[in-house]
Structure formats: structure tokens, C-alpha cells
């Protein structure tokens, strides 16, 4: 209800502001009105201060002082006069009291007025007009007068603006803060309550303000937002279905592409076990083997079936399409398997398949199965740039680095690295690499689905590959992958 504090405050504070100023105003011409009034009672007095003085210089003393203070006296209503001497002793009736600095004002011909209250409390004003004639006696008329209502109704009108402004701020504060907290405070806070749940995720809840003003259209916008927002989520993980679903078809693809270039070298590899297997069989056949040589036969017949089983076994599972098992594997181990099941493929190329492995198991959290693909694509594509005679080698170690680009501290990688001496990659082909279907070699020799496929696997488990070629020298590829360490399993499914 913050808002509708800061709301009340502020329309509190210009009432006050404009109460305030209509009370200075109101005040003011009061005062206004009375100045005037006193200054024509001056006027008038100036005026009878004339007529005395005549009647003094006529009469004398007596006759102006008895018509001052009988006859003006009682013709001015609610006025007393009183005639004075400036140089009265202090036992005089008409002595004045006043202070040393008046009675000079007076000497001087200067009026004086002045406030006092007399012994029931009652405001008086008391004007006094110097009346002397040259060669006369110094004399000053006194007038008092009463000015108790002026007072009176000034202080009552301050009194009225004090509790009429006192009333108005009271009423406007309780009826501000209630609407403030009804029509702002309360839908801010239903409104800031959805887009906390929104933020956490919950499209699903309404807001349902019923106002008619712009917060009502806020909440029924944010709510058509939310409504957007769940469709638009929902078509994404639709789409995001079916792009993994193509991404696992494009990945098996790839494998039974591989598969199949390895097809001809396999059936290659199994003539002679099946020759072996074959001679053997007809020696014991047609009786020539018996006895020991007999029982050498069926072992040699058994043991060639069991080389054929494996490598049959190696293809299969290869090529067989699963979900992603995500566990602890050993990057040493899938090297070697990997290396064993394409050196058929090497040898009819006539190409040297070494490995460098490290003596640890280099352990990460991975899926076998597709780190197996990564490396097969990466061999094979090695094998079919190298010529005949060359060298692909496949070595595997850890080291303490950083993920390129990205800032974070420093960490155990373990390293798969796959070279060749092949005639390299031209320089402007590199940034396109691993782009999907993008392909140098023969027609038959690949889909360019390869590299591409292994930048996946490789990205959808943490790590990132490292490409250094040189044309006419070779090309250099490197699989970085967390070390157990510091991997952390990845989803049952990564974008």
C-alpha cells in the first residue's frame, strides 16, 4: 500500500498548501479592511484636531477642552477623547504615561498609535494626536477605542480556516488512502503478485481486474501476455520435440552412413576367418583330420567363428539406435574400442591407425554410445582425406584449462585428439566446417553430416572441439570434455 501512502501524502500536503493560501488571503483582507478603517478614523481625527485648535485659539483652554471631551466625546460612538498635557506632572488627571521614547515621537508633531487591553481584557486602541499651538501649552488629544470585535472576528475566522482545513484534509486523507488502497494499491499488488508468477514460470492463473481504467487494461494485457505466452510455449517444446527427434534420426543416419562405407571392408575382413573356417570343416568332413588334428581343426573353426561374432557384435551395437544413457565412461576405453573396430577400414585403405593413449581411464560423465560416434566420425573422416600410406593417430590426456569464450574459471578437461598427414583444410573452408551437409570430398566418399553431428554430441556434453590444419601438412582435431570431477550428468535430452 505504499502507493496509495504516497498518494494521500501528496494530495494531503496541497490541500494544506491551498488552504493555507486562502487563509493568508482571507486574513490579509481582513487586515486590509481594518487599516482602512483606521486609517480614516486618522483622517478624521487629523481633521478635529483642526477644529479644536481653532476653538483654542478663540476661546481658550477651558472651552477647547470641554468640547472634547464632552461634545466630540459623545459624537463619536465607541470612542473616548481625552485632552492632555505633554508636560503634566505625574499627579496630573492629564499626565501621560508613556514611554520616554513616545512622548518624543509626540514633541516632535509625530501621531502615535498604540495597543492595549484594558482590565476586563478587552482590546483597546489608543491614538494620539499631537494638538499644540505656538505659544501655547504642548497638548495631546487622547482617543480610545475599542477594537475587541475587529480582534474578535479575526481570530474566530482563523479559527474556522484552522478547523475547516483540519476537516477538509481529514475527509480528503481517509477517502484518498481508501480509494488509493481499493482502485491502486490492491490491483499493484494482485498485478506484481502475477508477474512474480509469471517470472516463476505460471502462465496459468488470471489476474481479473473488473476496472475500467488503465490499470484494468495493464492486467487484462498482461493476461493476454500470459495467454500468448503458453501457447508460444507450448509450440516451442512441440518444436523442440521434434527437432530432437530429427536431431537422434540425423545422428542414427550418420551412423548407418558410416556403417555402411564400413560394410565392404568388413565382408573383406570376414573371407579369410570364413576360408579358415571352411578348410577346416571339410578336413574333418572327409576324415582327413582326426584324432588331434581333428580336435585342433574344430578349435581353429571356433575360434575364427568367435573374431567373426565380434566383429559382427561391434557393427550392431554401433549401429543400433538408442536414447542417451548418460554415465560415468571412459574416454580410454572408447578409444581403444573405436580404433579395434575401424582398423579394418584402415587397412584397406592402407592407412597406419596408431593411438597414444593416456595409462588413466580419464573418466567423464558422458553417453558412451554417441562419444563413440563423435570419434568414429572424426576417424573416418580423417581416413578418407589421407592417402594411401599415411597416419592417423588418436591420443588422449588431461589438462587443467577453460572453456574458450566464456570467462569461467579454470578446470580438469580430459582431451581426444585425432590427427592426420593429410593434405589439410584450405583456409576459407574452416569457418564452414560444421555446417550441416557441407562437403569437399567425392561424391560417395560423405553427406556432410559428420562433423556437424559431432560438434552436437560434443556441445550437448559440455565440451567444445578444436580444430589446427595446414594445407599439405595435415589437420589436427580436439574433443575437450569435462573430467568426472567437475562434469555434471546433462539432461535425458540436450538441445
Not at 502507493?3 to 501528496?10: D, F, N
Not at 470612542?79 to 520616554?100: C, G, I, K, N, Y
Not at 476586563?120 to 477594537?147: C, H, M, N, Q, W
Request: glycine share 8%; aromatic share 6%; with cysteine.
Amino acid at each position: 500500500m505504499r502507493l496509495a501512502r504516497k498518494i494521500t501524502v501528496a494530495i494531503g500536503a496541497a490541500i494544506l498548501v491551498i488552504m493555507a493560501t486562502h487563509a493568508y488571503f482571507l486574513v490579509r483582507s481582513q487586515i486590509v479592511l481594518f487599516d482602512a478603517d483606521l486609517a480614516r478614523s486618522v483622517n478624521l481625527k487629523r481633521a478635529l484636531r483642526a477644529s479644536i485648535a481653532q476653538v483654542w485659539q478663540a476661546y481658550g483652554d477651558s472651552e477647547a477642552q470641554d468640547l472634547v471631551e464632552h461634545t466630540i466625546s459623545d459624537a463619536i460612538e465607541g470612542s473616548h477623547v481625552r485632552w492632555t498635557w505633554l508636560d503634566a506632572p505625574p499627579d496630573d488627571p492629564r499626565h501621560l504615561d508613556l514611554p520616554p521614547e513616545q512622548l518624543a515621537q509626540l514633541r516632535g508633531g509625530e501621531r502615535l498609535i498604540v495597543f492595549r487591553k484594558d482590565d476586563g481584557d478587552r482590546l483597546e486602541r489608543y491614538t494620539y494626536v499631537p494638538a499644540s499651538l505656538p505659544g501655547k501649552r504642548p497638548a495631546v488629544l487622547e482617543f480610545v477605542e475599542s477594537i475587541q470585535e475587529q480582534h474578535t472576528f479575526i481570530e474566530a475566522s482563523r479559527l474556522q480556516i484552522a478547523l475547516a482545513t483540519a476537516g477538509i484534509l481529514l475527509a480528503c486523507t481517509i477517502a484518498v488512502y481508501w480509494l488509493g488502497i481499493w482502485y491502486v494499491g490492491r490491483p499493484i499488488e494482485r498485478l506484481r503478485d502475477r508477474l512474480r508468477a509469471v517470472a516463476s514460470g505460471d502462465f496459468d492463473s488470471h489476474v481479473a481486474l473488473r476496472q475500467n481504467d488503465e490499470i484494468g487494461d495493464l492486467a487484462r494485457e498482461i493476461d493476454a501476455m500470459c495467454a500468448g505466452l503458453t501457447e508460444a510455449r507450448q509450440q516451442l517444446a512441440t518444436e523442440t520435440d521434434a527437432r530432437m527427434t530429427a536431431l537422434d534420426h540425423l545422428r542414427h543416419t550418420d551412423r548407418l552412413t558410416t556403417i555402411g562405407q564400413l560394410a565392404a571392408g568388413v565382408a573383406h575382413e570376414l573371407g579369410t576367418p570364413l576360408s579358415v573356417i571352411a578348410g577346416r570343416a571339410e578336413m574333418i568332413v572327409s576324415g582327413e583330420a582326426t584324432g588331434e588334428r581333428a580336435t585342433a581343426s574344430a578349435r581353429a573353426i571356433v575360434e575364427q567363428t568367435n573374431q567373426m561374432t565380434a566383429l559382427i557384435r561391434q557393427l550392431l551395437d554401433f549401429s543400433r539406435h538408442r536414447g542417451p544413457r548418460f554415465g560415468l565412461a571412459s574416454v580410454r576405453a572408447i578409444c581403444a574400442r573405436t580404433v579395434d573396430m575401424l582398423s579394418i577400414m584402415a587397412r584397406r585403405r592402407h592407412i597406419t591407425l596408431a593411438t597414444e593413449l593416456d595409462d588413466d581411464p580419464l573418466l567423464v560423465s558422458a553417453d558412451e554410445h554417441q562419444i563413440q560416434q563423435a570419434l568414429v566420425n572424426l576417424l573416418v573422416n580423417a581416413m578418407q582425406t589421407t592417402p594411401e600410406g599415411g597416419r592417423v593417430e588418436v591420443t588422449t590426456g588431461e589438462r587443467r584449462t577453460r572453456r574458450p569464450g566464456d570467462g569461467t574459471p579454470e578446470g580438469d578437461f580430459v582431451c581426444l585428439t585425432v590427427t592426420d598427414n593429410g593434405p589439410g583444410i584450405p583456409a576459407e573452408n574452416l569457418p564452414r566446417l560444421f555446417e550441416p551437409f557441407f562437403t569437399t570430398k567425392d561424391p560417395g566418399e560423405g553427406t556432410g553430416l559428420g562433423l556437424s553431428v559431432t560438434q552436437g554430441i560434443v556441445r550437448d556434453h559440455g565440451g567444445w572441439i578444436e580444430v589446427e590444419s595446414q594445407v599439405g601438412v595435415g589437420s589436427r582435431f580436439a574433443i575437450w570434455l569435462p573430467a568426472v570431477a567437475e562434469a555434471q550428468t546433462p539432461p535425458h535430452r540436450a538441445a
